[in-house]
T-cell receptor, first 114, second 111 residues
């Protein structure tokens, strides 16, 4: 299943680095999501984009900056992260935010902040 | 907000049947999802319930009781490859159809 792809799959960065995570969906969907998954915690919704417009920001620190240039691509720009930001970052897409359809997930980026 | 509870871990034997329970509290319920997530991989969609009753899909079935705030995922004829985490997620019609996930149940299938 390659409907939603994410790169890189693994990333190790220092606290002073700047990096970006990329997500691409090939499903013709209009909504895209960023989730954070930490050990022993539920998936945490970070950002939602619907038709390229950000519709939700769940009190995410400004060191995480999303970008959605079109309905197929979603980025998460990272800068001055903290060790507690180490987690699996998952991208998902669905037909449209606010509808009752299903979200499909990418394989995730395993981020380690040193 | 929503409270979603599911057991942290379960163990079952290959070929057997296992039931994974999920309870939730929300005043704007608008559907419940089950996802399967193998270690290091993406969650994959298993089932969706919005009305009371049982939805069957091959070896997997999902049940919902809205009045009790309760769902279960039933896995039959367990196979070793079913070892994974199973995530219960609830959609709320408030907050623009927000989906909230439980912590997941890690299922280990043993020979």
């Amino acid at each position: 299943e390659t409907g939603v792809t994410q790169t890189p799959r693994h990333l190790v960065m220092g606290m002073t680095n700047k990096k970006s995570l990329k997500c691409e969906q090939h499903l013709g969907h209009n909504a895209m999501y960023w989730y954070k998954q930490s050990a022993k915690k539920p998936l945490e919704l970070m950002f939602v984009y619907n038709f390229k417009e950000q519709t939700e920001n769940n009190s995410v620190p400004s060191r995480f900056s999303p970008e959605c240039p079109n309905s197929s691509h979603l980025f998460l720009h990272l800068h001055t992260l903290q060790p507690e930001d180490s987690a699996l970052y998952l991208c998902a897409s669905s037909q449209e935010r606010g509808s009752t359809d299903t979200q499909y997930f990418g394989p995730g980026t395993r981020l380690t902040v040193l | 907000g929503q409270n979603i509870d599911q057991p942290t871990e379960m163990t079952a034997t290959e070929g057997a049947i296992v039931q994974i329970n999920c309870t939730y509290q929300t005043s704007g319920f608008n559907g419940l999802f089950w996802y399967q997530q193998h270690a290091g991989e993406a969650p994959t969609f298993l089932s969706y319930n919005v009305l009371d009753g049982l939805e069957e899909k091959g070896r997997f079935s999902s049940f919902l009781s809205r009045s009790k705030g309760y769902s279960y995922l039933l896995l039959k004829e367990l196979q070793m490859k079913d070892s994974a985490s199973y995530l219960c997620a609830v959609r709320d019609r408030r907050g623009y159809q927000k989906v909230t996930f439980g912590t997941g149940t890690k299922l280990q299938v043993i020979p």
